[in-house]
């Protein structure tokens, strides 16, 4: 079999949902026709397959500034010392030459410009209502959209701010746009996410540029200015970033959801279920491990895996293959599939069990809303400390672990107690987590205190 032949049935089998096959196709393939395309649908494949290290490694080979921000993306998935991710950071910063400085002109309103293609049915759509209602006194802000427009983007869109829809438009012509609505300060909601459009910071669009609540580490760009966080994720971490850090007293999320919420009342069970619903990606080895510990150490109890992988038969099967390697109980594990209505399982959830080193963001908050506590790990680095701030400013900061160990028996202790289990949703409802007037402030003052810096970039 040839390499095109490989090519045309690895893509029947992507339409038909076939990772594992998809996956035996593609890996050998070496045709240079063939071979960039067929490392993008091998990326994708293993990163869905939840191995995101090897989706990695396949784009090692390609030196280009936008197959590289993927890179950095996927690699945040493991653990790494946070020194080793800015330095990886730097590579793509040097992709770009270092652009010229703006000068800034006093005014009596700052022109604020967000950007970003997730403003649709996507995590940062809960975070971003704060950055849409700074006070008009003092702030003009326009939106640069560029992703796919549905309802949630419907809903964002009657804030009162100037918006831009700018999906498949091209990165220079946004880059115009910017500089002729003379935007002072530009904030970033994507880091190298998917989507992202860095190269428009990277040539300087605005005097200030700002990274914020999309990303869990440092962009790397020497253009970019600030990277906004607060005083658990950001704690020692300034050596970890090419920015300076902002870092704001509470949390540098602050959740505001634009949707109803289903009744938390639990489904009558006579055992203690677990629960992660995170992206399968976000499952190491040393996670699944101490959920295995957990399980052996409480009589009857349930794991329920709530992911994309588990809507496809193969998809399945390879997270099967994976947790009898680990020697997980298959028997007391559930595998749920994706669904539109995915927070009423939380109905058949007691504890919620996070990730590590990537830890969940929205998935937390979210366990919490349906009354479902949170046991996370307090790491070392930004993105590993994103579980310790979430709960620390929603008053639960007793659901933090230091380490895997006490993780285990967190998890354990408050299985054998569950009558500490809280109305968790009026606790997050009435803490700075929710606190969008306090927050709106915070960043009000921050972007004052940044623009009347005398430092120029």
Known sequence: MNDRERFDLALSALENFDLKTEIELLTPIQDPEFKRLAAGLLTDAYYLSGDPDRAASILQQFHEPEVYSKYLFLKNYRETNP?????????????????????????????????????????????????????????LVQVFSTGRIDSVTKIL???KVKWHDLFDRDSTEIFDLIRREKIDILIDLAGHSQGNRLEIFAYRAAPIQICAIGYTATTGLKS???????????ESAEDHFTEKLLKLKNCHLCYS??????ETKKSPRNFISFGSFNNIAKLTDEILTAWSQILSRIQNSKLIIKAKICSIQSGREILIERLNRLK??????????????YLEDYRDVDISLDTFPYQGGLTTIESLVMDTPVITIRGNSHGSRFGASILTNANLSELIAENL?????????????????????????????????QYTRDLEKCLLQIWNSKEDF
């Open 328 to 341: 997980l109980p298959i028997d007391r594990i559930e595998l749920r599939p994706f669904s539109q209505n």
């Open 405 to 437: 160990d006490e993780y285990v028996e967190k998890a354990i202790d408050l299985a054998k107690n569950p009558d500490r289990i809280k109305d968790y949703r009026k606790i997050i409802f009435n803490s700075p987590l929710t606190d969008s007037k």
């Open 224 to 234: 970019m200015d600030y990277f906004l966080t607060d005083e658990i994720c950001g």
């Open 83 to 139: 020194l080793i991710t800015r330095a990886r950071a730097e590579v793509f910063g040097n992709f770009f030459e270092n652009p010229n400085p703006i000068p800034r002109n006093k005014k009596s309103k700052l022109r604020i410009g967000i950007i970003s293609s997730d403003l649709r049915e996507h995590a940062v759509s809960n975070f971003v209502r704060p950055f849409l209602n700074l006070d008009s006194k003092k702030f």
């Open 157 to 159: 869109q009657k804030s």
């Open 257 to 262: 959801p634009l949707k109803i919420f289903p």
